[in-house]
């Protein structure tokens, strides 16, 4: 399973698109990339999953460069209510999952 | 709102007692997960059952049991409580065995042990 680092903490202001970035530098040729947001007293939510170059939703994209040794979440014009934990998670399709601590994204008025 | 659903949603007990959390899956879901969150610890994965059967193990503890019953619904039990215990519980569903397919949490059990 691959060891993920991203940022503790970040944050932004309502408005900007704010990019979290998620190294995973020993990530297998079978690994997906997924993110989840978990906001404070909820259960995590998928936001996108990406195995390699671009992935686009309505809530986010996901950006992979061709060596797949990192990831970029990207969300657009963030809003206060986008304050939560982002978690970035690398494996393959039957891999245990791990969430790790998250990055924990503030949004300012 | 995801569609799996977990009873109590708060449950207050003593040190050394016994419990039983309870988790419906997202209509037509096999796989059921189950996940401890507390506040040093960040979101820890214990258990995964797919269609009945135990698929993969995490951190559980010897004192936390599982399973998941023929309608697809599980119950995690936790026995000889301790105080650490004191956790929110999550339950998750997914429609295959693989656990990095998209999971749909339910919305907790706050446990608080005394």
């Known amino acids: 399973l691959a060891k993920t680092t991203q940022p503790i903490s970040m944050d932004s202001y309502e408005g900007q698109e704010v990019n979290i970035t998620c190294s995973h530098n020993n990530i297998a040729t079978n690994d997906y990339i997924t993110w989840y947001q978990q906001f404070p007293s909820q259960g995590p939510r998928f936001i996108i999953q990406g195995y390699k170059t671009k992935v686009t939703n309505e809530v986010a994209s996901l950006f992979i460069p061709a060596d797949r040794k990192s990831s970029t979440l990207s969300l657009p014009r963030v809003s206060l209510s986008d304050t939560a934990v982002y978690y970035c998670l690398v494996g393959d399709r039957d891999d245990k999952i791990i969430f790790g601590k998250g990055t924990r994204l503030h949004i300012l008025p | 709102d995801s569609g799996v659903t977990q009873t109590p949603k708060h449950l207050i007990t003593a040190t050394g007692q016994r419990v039983t959390l309870r988790c419906s899956p997202r209509?037509?879901?096999?796989?059921v997960y189950w996940y401890q969150q507390s506040l040093d610890q960040g979101l820890q994965f214990l258990i995964q059952?797919?269609?009945?059967?135990?698929?993969a193990k995490g951190n559980i503890l010897e004192r936390f049991s599982a399973q998941q019953f023929p309608d697809l619904h599980s119950e995690l039990n936790l026995s000889s409580l301790e105080l650490g215990d004191s956790a929110l519980y999550f339950c998750?569903?997914?429609?295959?065995?693989?656990?990095?397919?998209?999971?749909?949490f339910g919305p907790g059990t706050r446990l608080t042990v005394l």
């Open positions: 998750a569903s997914s429609a295959t065995s693989g656990s990095m397919n998209e999971q749909f």
């Open positions: 209509s037509g879901d096999l796989s």
């Open positions: 059952y797919y269609n009945g059967e135990e698929r």
